[in-house]
Each structure stands twice: as structure tokens, then as C-alpha cells.
């Protein structure tokens, strides 16, 4: 029989229930990997559900650091018998199923064409502890024994993670260790060693291994943001709760104890996104966490503040749509509702993160463009990101780096006599000036509306007041793009006719995809879209290029209908590559579709020089 | 409403406040409602609560819904900031705006529509997290914007002009208030000024969330014989249950009265409210008391008026949040950002 044989190259994947704290002991084993210099990409795919339906952990180790869903399963690791079946199935063939054989499993149930090794991780667990919550608990450690013994993971890294975790918790510390020995002596004793194999390496460096939440929630703390307002849904409810973690212990006063911020949990994204427009109307920095169905409440609000000229931040941490949709699943399908968001002529600024790393900057970017433009920014990331540890750069800031305030009118300046006017494009740039409330005693005081005005903040109806303050919001979202991140460039080693658009999480799997198909002599040149509204940059890039593969994980081809309507770009041009299923997009799915469709595509002779 | 415009210069004989300003410093633009509508009598009253009680108009964010009570924040206190925002969300609003500075003053314009109907559910979350504001319902019991629909706080029974009768039970902004922990309510009548005034200075005076209910009759779609927010019939049913003076801290208090007649009760900034009593059996400091008091009323169909319910030991948001003083908005980078030290700690931790 086949059998899979990799070193620091292979795809663990643990079936467990939900609430059984197996994600914290599946954890540790990729933490574990980590220490020993070895990338390691983990994905909780879990339900939406506290406890009893199933969950899983998949664990990519890979030495290269494509950290994408690679698609496949090298070892299962199965500790649920409901979903026994789909998960055997899974399993590559030649690769390996390790499973709980305390209960004897019909014969019929297994495959011919992978390797089994069973262990009775419930009998050992059973006999060692009486006590039902601990059972529950250190079963998870004894299975994670038994897999450092079969994949040659270091024990003392797994102990020294303890020992971090349960500083000052000794008896919690011992039982843990105690726990993983327990596994790990039976698999000695009894299991037969496999193929595949953690080797020390020294591949991590510097990186940091961090969720995108976490990551956007410290990136609001360095920018600034002292406003936060939010509701919970799944997948963003963590930004909040990591911004609350995060300004306890960073902006709280150290004379007084006070709170340099002010969090509110409101009674709806209605709310939220109400209070994040009344701080940013009264000149403080402000954001809201939310997900799809938070973003269509949220709409009218959106409008008002993009007319109204208010700035506010929004993270958006997409999932399935449309309606409740798959709320622990992840999509990049709210790109045309968050672009066009609100009745009316709208279109807003877009930040597409790759990962934590991203989610930080972009975050605390997104408060300085919020300001600079008087608008509502969306930081647009996804649950893949969002709710999964990511290896990445570490989170850098510079020291000299100020808040841009933007235009805002001083009591100085009005009392020099200059002129205010809040719709007013003094610069040319379409950006006013505003005011804070309370200001001044007699001078820059207007009033605010979303309703029809005139250059002055005054009521008005009439169609040319109108038409120019419209007029001057469109030169405001031109000298947006001069303001957002540039597209990213990955050039193919030579020259080729074929081009790759992609954004956000489908970042790690696209990178390595087009490795995958430079080997199979397939060059691509690929652009990471990085914002909207999008540069000259992108629609020369595509022009360059006879086809344009655009990436997306969504079923529409969002991107692809904003870059035909907004970049001017020939749709012809565009060739939608989509997955939409709710699992993040693999590099083998990526390396699949395009292939197949260069080869289509290439039934028609090449120019000279050309290689694709 | 007048199309005359208002003479900017002042005559130099106005009166002005300690903070030097006449009360034509408070006023706004030219009313654009219906000549006679109660909503602007409600502006007046605000003129006069600021002037009197020497706010600088700046110091004060006006900020509203939609609808015709939602237009009148741009009919008085023409200096200051304003947000005419989203249909029944000037709440959350006017939250946010009240986070970022502490400092200024905020009143809330809003009306039935857009309170009972609309925007019932943040009218009830403004006031259980004790945001410091003042928040006017100007309640006509009908829409007026749209020609004369029935809000939420029509009474069953009530006809409308074309002569419907409204079949949905009555919304009382009053007990839901006291219900979801607003810790200052008022209910006033826009055709009684005396009664109004010293009503929203000692609401402005107030910390924490204060309510005041207007009833404030639509002239052109609910003033008829058979509306139950008309001036006639409010004038007839109207309880008032007490009589307020109101002394901010600064002030001696000049007023003469008999024994046992008043009832003094001093607010977290030290200003006075004397209330005279009408009713005698009414405590204003009772919630529970007060509540079953409007209902008891109400089943008669009475209309209480008056301060109906203070309590002195009102907390705020920012007090509960535990917010710095310095309002946030105005902290900077030094204040706000911790600095590549701490994020080295950080990016340490995640390794």
C-alpha cells in the first residue's frame, strides 16, 4: 500500500465536538510545531453551536510557510463518531487515520487504501482519571501524547507551553504533563511509527502567530480609536473583545485609573454604527466590529455619514451571505454591499487585509483615512483571517508617526476671519473643512444633515447646490486613491500573457498556487488588490495582459463587477476564478482551475517570446 | 411660519445674560412648520431655559431625527452644532457624540414618530444607560410630514382628521421611561410655558438621562374634535401635579413661599428645584409611586403634567465607564498610543 511520506510538509486534521476543549489541546500540537522553527497554518472549521455538534481542526504544517488551506488530509485524526464516515473519506489515499478504538468499529467502516492506527484513548483516559470534567479535558492531551510520539514533535515544547499557560497553577501543570505522557508511553509501547514527520527547523524567525481580530482590535488601540460601539455577531465579536482586553491593560491612566476610551455594547448594529457617526461627528476616533447582516442594518447610517461627511470605521469580518447565511463560515461576498452601501449615489473606501499583520495597519490606517476624508472606512476582513492564528510579520510602528486629523477649522483660524464653509472644496481636493462642536461661540457652528444642502451647511433644494456638492464627492473618492495602499505586485520569473488578480485571505493559497504552476510551466504575474477605490495601477496591469484570472471567494465575481464598473477595465478581459462553498480557498483549488483554463485557453497558438 | 427675515442687528437695549448674551443669541433660523404649531412654542421654551440659565449657546449639540419636531434644533440656538441624523436613531447618536466629548451640553429633539414608533428601541436603550442629556419628545400623536398618519402615541378610540379611528393601544413615553431607568422625567404641554421652561432647565441642569414629554398639538392634521392631542382637549384633561421653580447653584433663591406647600430637592450639581405641590398625594422622587400614578390617570383620561419623576442620585455613562475627564476627543497620539515598547511586549507574547 501507498504511503504518504513527508517531513514538516503534511495536513493534520482532528474531528472532534464542539465543547469538549479540544481546540485548545489541538492547539498546543500546532503551538508545539511552531516552537520547533516549523510554519504551521491552523483553520478552526467549527458550527455554530456552544456544545455537542461537530467540529474540526485542520493543522497545515508546511516548512515552505504557505500558510493557505492546502486542500486534502494527510492524517485524520477522528474523536467523533458522528462524522465518522465523512471524515475516513477524506483521508488522502496512503495517508493515515488515528481514531479511538476503546469502542470496537465494524470493519466495513474502514478503507483499504489508508493506514490505521488505533488507540484506546477513552479506556487509558478512563482508568487514569475519575472525575468527568477532567476526563473530558485530558483526553484531549493524552491523544496530543500520543501524536508528538508518532510525529516526533518535542515533548519540552509541549511542556514549556504549559508551563506558560499554567504559571503558578502547578497542580494543573502536573496534570497536563502527567496527561501527555500518558499517550505518549502507549503510542511507544504499542504503535508502529509512520511516515510523516516534524523536523527542528528554523523557519519562523521573528513572525508572530496572532488571529486577525486580535490584530485589528490592537490596530484601533495604535490608531487612535477612543470610540467603540458594538453588537455581537459571529465572526467579529472578537475585535470588540480583544479591544476591551487590549485598552485595559494599554489605556487605562496609570495615575487615576481612568479609561482613556469608552466601549458600549448597543442594543444593534443600528446602534453601533449610530454611535461610532455621533463620536466621529464629534471629532473622536471611532469604529464598529461587525459581519454581513450587521453591514445591511447598518446601511442608511452608512449613507448619512458618507453625505454628511462623518468619519467612522467599520471591520467588517465577512461570512457566508446572503441573509443569516453561514455565520461560521467565511466568504468575501459583502464587497459590492460594502463598496455601494445605501440607497442613493454612494461609494465608499475599502481595505482588503491579507492577514493579521494587515488587519493591524490597516486598521489603524483606516482611522487616519476615516478622518483625513471625512468618510466611513471599511476594513474588510473575513472569518478566515479574522478567527484563525496566522503567522505573520510582527506588528510594526513607527514612533514618530502622528494622527492625521484631517481639515478640521480651529477657534484660531475662525477668529482670524477665515472663511468656513463645511461643504465647501477650498483646496480642490473635494475634502471640506469641518468643525468640532463647540467650537467656537459664534462663528463655525452649522448644522448637520443628510438632506440636500448647499456649500455652507444651509438647507437647500435647489439642483445646483446639489449636483456640487456631488460633484465635489467624487473629486473626494479620486483623491482617495491616492491616499489608499497600492496594489501589491508578484511578477512571474518570465514573461506572460496571463495575469492574476486576488485579494485578502485568499493571499497565502494564491502565492503558493502560482509556485505550483510555475513548475508546471505556467507563469503568471499577479496583482494584490489592496483598496478600493482602485488605482491607475490596476486597470493598466489588467490592460497589459491579454486574460486576467480574478480570484474571489464569492459567487458573483464581486471584484470583477467593481473593477468593470469602477477601473473601466473590458470584461472580456476577465476571467472569474470562484470558490464560494464556505471553506477557505486552497492553492490546489487555485492551481486546478487555472491551469485547466490555460490550457483551454491555449489551444490557439502563442505569440513569440511568450511563455504562459 | 413668517417669510420675514429676522434683522440681524440687535437692539443694544436687549437684556443680557452673565454670559452676555441676549436671548436673540439663542434663537435659529425661521421656523419653516405651520403658523401656530406647538413645536415652535417648544423652541421658545428652549430659547428661554438656555438664556435664563446662562448656557453659552456653543456649549450645547442639538441633535434630532426625522420629521417635522426633528426640523426645529435648526429654529433655535443657530450657533451651535446640530445633527439632524436617521429616523428614530438620534439616540445612538447623540451617544456616540456624548462619548467623545463630555463636556458639552446635549439635548435630544425628537418626536412621536420618531420615538414611540420608529425609534422605540433606542428611546428605551438611551435611557437605561443613563446618557447625560436632555431629550424632548415634541408628541402630536400624529405624523406630520406625511399629512396626518397615526403614530404610536395616538390614543385608541382617537379620530383621525378624515376621520379614522386609531384601533392600536397607546404608547406612553412617560412610563417607559420610568420603566427603562430614565432618572429625570417631565411631561409638559407646549401650551404652557410657565409650566415648560423651568421643566427643561432643570432637565439640562440634570445628570444623567432627562425626559421630557411634550404633548405639542399638530395644528393642520390633529386639532380636530375627536383627537385626543388637540389644545382644547389636552387643555381639559391636563393633571398638572406640581408647579416647578428652578435655581441653578449660583442663585439665592428669592422666591417666597407658604409652609408645607413646597417641596425642595437639590441635583448632583447642586442646583434647586422647588416644586409646588397640586396634587398633594404625589411624590416625584417615588418611581414606582409615579408610574402607577400616570397609569391611574392615564385609565381616566387625564393627562399628568409636571416634573413626575427625579432622582437625585443619578449616575452617567461616563461616570459607569469610568472615562477620563479630558473629553476623548481631545487626546492625542501621546495620550492614545502605546508606543513601539509595549508593542515589542506584544508581538513577544505571540511567539
Known sequence: ?612 | MTYLAKPTLHHPSLTKNRVGFTRRDYEGKISTLCAGCGHDSISAAIIQACWELDIEPHRVAKLSGIGCSSKTPDYFLGNSHGFNTVHGRMPSVLTGAYLANRELIYLGVSGDGDSASIGLGQFAHVMRRGVNMTYIVENNGVYGLTKGQFSATADKGSKSKRGQVNNDAPLDLVTLALVMGATFVGRGFSGDKTQLVPLIKAALAHQGAAVIDVLSPCLAFNNHTGSTKSYDYVREHNEAVNRLDFWPQREEITAEYGEGEVTEVRQHDGSVVRLRKLHADYDPTDRIRAMSYIQEHAARGEVVTGLLYLDVDSADLHEQLGTVDAPLNTLGAAELCPGLAALEKINASLR
Open chain 1, 1 to 612: 500500500m501507498q504511503k504518504i511520506e513527508a517531513v514538516n510538509d503534511f495536513v493534520v486534521k482532528f474531528a472532534n465536538i464542539n465543547g469538549s476543549g479540544s481546540a485548545s489541546a489541538n492547539e498546543l500540537f500546532a503551538r508545539a510545531i511552531l516552537r520547533m522553527g516549523v510554519p504551521v497554518s491552523p483553520r478552526n472549521i467549527f458550527p455554530s453551536n456552544i456544545q455537542g455538534l461537530p467540529t474540526w481542526f485542520e493543522v497545515r504544517v508546511t516548512e515552505h510557510g504557505y500558510l493557505g488551506r492546502r486542500g486534502g488530509v494527510d492524517m485524520m485524526v477522528t474523536m467523533n463518531p458522528q462524522t465518522w464516515d465523512q471524515d475516513v473519506r477524506e483521508i488522502d489515499p496512503g495517508g493515515y487515520l488515528f481514531y479511538d478504538s476503546s469502542k470496537p468499529v465494524p470493519r466495513a467502516r474502514f478503507r483499504d487504501d489508508i493506514h490505521v492506527i488505533g488507540m484506546p484513548v477513552t479506556e487509558i483516559c478512563n482508568n487514569a482519571y475519575t472525575d468527568s470534567r477532567e476526563r473530558q479535558l485530558l483526553k484531549n492531551i493524552i491523544y496530543i501524547g500520543a501524536l508528538t510520539q508518532l510525529l516526533e514533535i518535542d515533548p519540552a515544547e509541549i511542556e514549556k507551553l504549559f508551563g506558560e499557560q499554567y504559571k503558578g497553577k502547578e497542580k494543573l501543570f502536573d496534570a497536563n504533563v502527567q496527561a501527555l505522557n500518558l499517550g505518549r508511553d502507549y503510542a511507544q509501547q504499542h504503535l508502529k511509527r509512520i511516515a510523516l514527520k516534524v523536523e527542528r527547523r528554523d523557519a519562523v524567525g521573528d513572525k508572530v502567530f496572532v488571529d486577525g481580530n486580535s490584530a485589528a482590535a490592537l490596530g484601533c488601540v495604535y490608531g487612535g480609536a477612543t470610540v467603540c460601539a458594538w453588537y455581537p455577531i459571529t465572526p467579529s465579536s472578537s475585535v470588540a473583545e480583544a479591544f476591551i482586553r487590549y485598552t485595559q491593560k494599554l489605556r487605562v491612566d496609570p495615575a487615576t485609573g481612568q479609561h482613556r476610551y469608552a466601549i458600549v455594547q448597543a442594543e444593534d448594529e443600528l446602534a453601533s454604527i449610530g454611535m461610532v457617526v455621533g463620536a466621529g461627528w464629534n471629532g473622536a476616533r471611532s469604529f464598529t466590529a461587525t459581519s454581513g447582516p450587521g453591514i445591511s442594518l447598518m446601511t442608511e447610517f452608512i449613507g448619512l455619514a458618507y453625505f454628511a461627511e462623518i468619519p467612522a470605521v467599520l471591520i467588517n469580518v465577512q461570512r457566508g451571505g446572503p441573509s443569516t447565511g453561514m455565520p461560521t463560515r467565511t466568504q468575501q461576498a459583502d464587497v459590492l454591499a460594502c463598496a455601494y452601501a445605501s440607497h442613493g449615489d454612494t461609494r465608499h473606501v475599502l481595505l482588503f487585509p491579507e492577514d493579521p499583520y494587515e488587519c493591524f495597519e490597516m486598521s489603524a490606517q483606516a482611522l487616519d483615512l476615516a478622518e483625513r476624508l471625512q468618510t466611513p472606512i471599511f476594513v474588510m476582513s473575513d472569518l478566515d483571517i479574522g478567527m484563525n492564528q496566522r503567522l505573520c510579520r510582527p506588528f510594526a510602528w513607527d514612533e514618530s508617526r502622528e494622527y492625521d486629523r484631517g481639515k478640521v477649522m480651529t477657534r484660531d483660524a475662525l477668529d482670524a476671519g477665515t472663511d468656513f464653509g463645511r461643504y465647501l472644496d477650498v483646496d480642490g481636493d473635494g475634502i471640506p473643512y469641518r468643525t468640532y462642536p463647540g467650537t467656537h461661540p459664534t462663528k463655525g457652528g452649522y448644522f448637520t444633515r443628510g438632506s440636500t444642502k448647499n456649500a455652507y451647511a444651509g438647507y437647500s433644494e435647489a439642483g445646483a447646490d446639489y449636483v456640487y456638492n456631488m460633484q465635489r464627492l467624487l473629486r473626494k473618492f479620486e483623491t482617495a486613491k491616492s491616499l489608499v495602499p497600492l496594489p501589491v505586485l508578484t511578477a512571474a520569473k518570465f514573461p506572460a500573457r496571463f495575469a492574476a488578480i486576488f485579494y485578502g485571505s485568499t493571499s497565502p493559497a494564491m502565492h503558493e498556487a502560482l509556485d505550483a504552476l510555475a513548475e508546471q510551466g505556467i507563469y503568471i504575474n499577479a496583482l494584490r488588490i489592496r483598496a478600493f477605490p482602485f488605482q491607475n495601477e490596476i486597470a493598466d496591469f489588467i490592460a497589459a495582459h491579454s486574460k486576467v484570472f480574478v480570484l474571489e471567494q464569492n459567487l458573483d465575481g464581486q471584484l470583477t463587477t467593481l473593477l468593470i464598473n469602477e477601473a473601466g477595465v473590458s470584461p472580456a478581459s476577465l476571467i472569474r476564478v470562484l470558490h464560494y462553498d464556505g471553506t477557505p480557498i486552497t492553492a490546489r483549488f487555485i492551481t486546478q482551475e487555472i491551469a485547466e483554463r490555460v490550457s483551454r485557453i491555449n489551444v490557439r497558438p502563442l505569440r513569440e517570446g511568450m511563455v504562459a
